[in-house]
């Protein structure tokens, strides 16, 4: 991110782009993939910041397809709470081989 708005302006300060990741998150609008210390686009505008999502990502070529996790994000919050824990946000990453690759190996 920093390396493209060099290109059109001077180069900000990461606490800038920091910081709009940190608005662009709480607006739903980008996710933090934990995993690849990466953020990525938001694929579906159906939800809110605080929805579960689920992250499917390639081991082979890297993409990260973003799916809905409503239903199994109710177990594990339910579990979380069972345990005494209060949950704020649940977010599931799940590795594997995406279908292009599958088909390619």
């Given amino acids: 991110m920093i390396d493209e708005l060099a290109k059109s302006m001077p180069r900000p300060a990461p606490i800038t782009i920091y910081r709009a990741l940190d608005f662009l998150m709480a607006n739903g609008l980008v996710h ?9 686009a938001c694929a579906a505008h159906d939800h809110d910041a605080t929805s579960a999502v689920a992250f499917l990502i390639c081991e082979r070529c890297g993409l990260v397809g973003e799916i809905p ?33 599958q088909k390619t190996a």
């Fill in 69 to 101: 996790s409503a239903s199994f994000a109710k177990d594990i919050n339910a579990a979380a709470r069972s345990s005494g824990f209060a949950p704020k946000l649940s977010v599931v990453e799940i590795t594997g081989i995406c279908t292009h690759c």
């Fill in 32 to 40: 933090r993939i934990e995993s690849r210390n990466a953020y990525l």
